[in-house]
């Protein structure tokens, strides 16, 4: 691996359905950050995560969930999918600094989900 | 608070033309500043930043970008446009203690014509 990976690359869900959108980076950032991308909306951020075991809200928090476990992963829930949760979604990282700020940001392939 | 804004959706120039893709920003507190490049149907890409220091930053594929403090602005820019620069640009800013959390333009569209 390398860099920051996402799974699945696309999917199709009903609504309802509860789903997992992945995410993995090799670079041993402490910061990780999940993003969705609307037409006209731009980059708007969902949830984040300054280090391993612990996750913050951002601007859109509402319908999701996230956890971190370990430095790598930061999965994101919907628990129960609707309509307007359909976008592209997209994981990043950076390197968190001591004194608390952080670096650029590297940003993974994407998620396109649908939800009919 | 820290905003960010793009006044322009769409910039069409003829390669071999500079380019100038704009952003304006609001925070309280010293900004960090950051332009991103995406391609079509992949993430986003990072180009340059500001922290500190010279205003004028260099970055990857031969852009740049001023910080004008008195102008809350940090314009991207290129001496001569190619046609594979052609993709959709953000620009982010944080304040130096927001923990990370960058707020992002709603991107620019740079169409460059052969």
């Known amino acids: 691996i390398a860099g920051i990976t996402q799974a699945p690359t696309s999917q199709i869900l009903a609504a309802g359905r509860r789903m997992t959108l992945r995410c993995t980076q090799d670079m041993r950032h402490n910061a990780m950050y999940w993003y969705r991308q609307d037409l006209g909306l731009g980059l708007r951020l969902i949830h984040y995560s300054n280090t391993a075991g612990t996750t913050g809200k951002g601007e859109v928090p509402d319908g999701y969930s996230v956890s971190r476990a370990n430095t790598d992963d930061f999965p994101l829930t919907l628990a129960s999918a609707v309509p307007s949760q359909t976008s592209v979604y997209f994981c990043a990282s950076s390197e968190q600094l001591a004194s608390g700020n952080s670096n650029e940001q590297f940003f993974g392939p994407g998620t396109r989900l649908t939800v009919l | ?114």
């Open chain 2, 1 to 114: 608070a820290q905003s960010v804004a793009q006044p322009e959706d769409q910039v069409n120039v003829a390669e071999g033309n500079p380019l100038t893709v704009k952003c304006t920003y609001s925070v309280s507190g010293n900004p960090y500043l950051f332009w991103y490049v995406q391609y079509p149907n992949r993430g986003l890409q990072f180009l340059l930043k500001y922290i500190t220091g010279d205003n004028l930053v260099k970055g990857s594929y031969g852009f740049e970008a001023e910080f004008n403090k008195s102008q809350t602005s940090f314009h991207l820019k290129k001496p001569s446009a190619l046609v594979s620069d052609s993709a959709l640009y953000f620009c982010a800013v944080r304040y130096n203690t927001n923990a990370g959390k960058s707020t992002f333009g709603d991107g620019t569209t740079l169409t460059v014509k052969p």
